[in-house]
Structures are given as C-alpha cells and as structure tokens.
C-alpha cells in the first residue's frame, strides 16, 4: 500500500534555508574603486603587518588590471627586474601579455624578493605558503574595512579600478583591449562607455 505524504510549507518565521547572496547593488553602488580609494588602501597596506607584500599585491593588482586567481599565481620566473617587465598570464582564456613596472613596483618588488629569496610564488602567506584566492580575498577585505572605504569591497574591484582610470586618461579602445587581456572588445567598452568624457562633460557643451 503506498503512502502519500503531503509536505506543508514552513510556519517559521526564520526558515533554515537561506535566499542566498543579495546582489552585488544590494552592497554597494558601484563595482570599482577611485584612484583615491586605491590610495588609502596602499597607505593602509603599509602599516600591515606584512606591509612589502600586502602594498605590493595591492599595486600590482591595480596597475596590471589583475583577477585574483591571476595575482595569486604571479611567479618570480615572470618577473624581469633587470628589464622592468612582467609576463601577464591571463585566465578565462585571456590574451596574456608583458607590462611594463613602474619604480615603485621595483622597489617592493626588490624588497620583496630579499625577505624571501628562494621562493618560487611572489605572495606568500605567513606559514610561507603560496597565497591562496580565497586569502589574498580575505586580505583585501580586510584592508578595505582598515582604510574606511564607505563600502565592502571585494578583489575584483581592483581590476575594475584599472579599465576605468585608463579609459579616463584616454587609452584608446583597442589598447585598453591588450592590456586587460580581453578576448572580445564587447567586454572592454564597458570601461570605455562609462568613463567617456564626451558623456562626463555634456553640460560643458
């Protein structure tokens, strides 16, 4: 004899199962940050307590436009001192790519590899393990709440930080391209429609 159950919905006022993660509006209003918030959050990096690291992770996270599976797997092997340069290798298939360092990214580099000369992984954790994704998310978030900034924020802002401030400084479209490591330019005109200055300054017409 078969038995049918019928099931009645929950009478909790606080069910046990969750909605999950609200959308990312839900946090904050925009998914980028300023140049000026990137400031805070190196000056905040550098009264850390690893503040070589977490400074240079931040700048190069920023400057080269880096998801952070990408920075954590950053090697001294891609890292030309001598020649001021870093073979960019991209994920999701991304175009990879060599930048240039700027001076300040030398110098912590340098000082970098001083405090560790054997290693094999740029970012190491404290235990002197490869950093991981989710560690090296936690730090930024950390260092987010540290430094003020008005909002959460997560990794990826970074590389968000850097497609905006070079498509206001009037990198063209096709060079902007290159460097985020863009397989389409369908998704590189987000940064470029957003930080048009014929659409910033319409008023001043």
């Not at 905040?44 to 700048?59: E, F, K, Y």
């Not at 190069?60 to 990408?70: K, Q, T």
Request: glycine share 6%; hydrophobic share 40%.
């Amino acid at each position: 004899m078969n038995t049918v159950v019928q099931m009645r919905a929950s009478q909790s006022e606080k069910p046990t199962v969750r909605g999950g993660r609200a959308k990312n509006a839900d946090y904050r209003q925009r998914e980028y940050l300023t140049e000026g918030e990137i400031e805070s959050l190196l000056a905040t990096a550098g009264n850390s307590r690893n503040p070589v690291r977490d400074r240079m992770l931040i700048l190069i996270a920023f400057r080269h436009a880096l998801r952070v599976s990408e920075l954590v797997d950053i090697r001294w092997q891609q890292i030309d001192l001598d020649t001021a340069t870093v073979h960019i290798r991209r994920a999701k298939n991304g175009t990879p790519g060599i930048h240039g360092l700027q001076g300040d990214e030398l110098r912590l580099l340098r000082a970098l590899r001083r405090q560790q000369p054997h290693a094999d992984f740029v970012f190491l954790s404290e235990r002197k393990a490869p950093l991981s994704v989710d560690g090296a998310q936690k730090l930024i978030e950390r260092l987010g709440v540290a430094a003020e900034l008005p909002f959460p924020i997560h990794a990826h802002m970074l590389r968000h930080a850097a497609g905006y401030a070079l498509s206001a400084r009037g990198i063209d479209t096709r060079t902007l391209q290159a460097f985020m490591g863009h397989r389409s330019i369908a998704n590189t005109v987000v940064y470029t429609a957003v930080a048009d200055k014929r659409i910033r300054n319409i008023w001043g017409k």
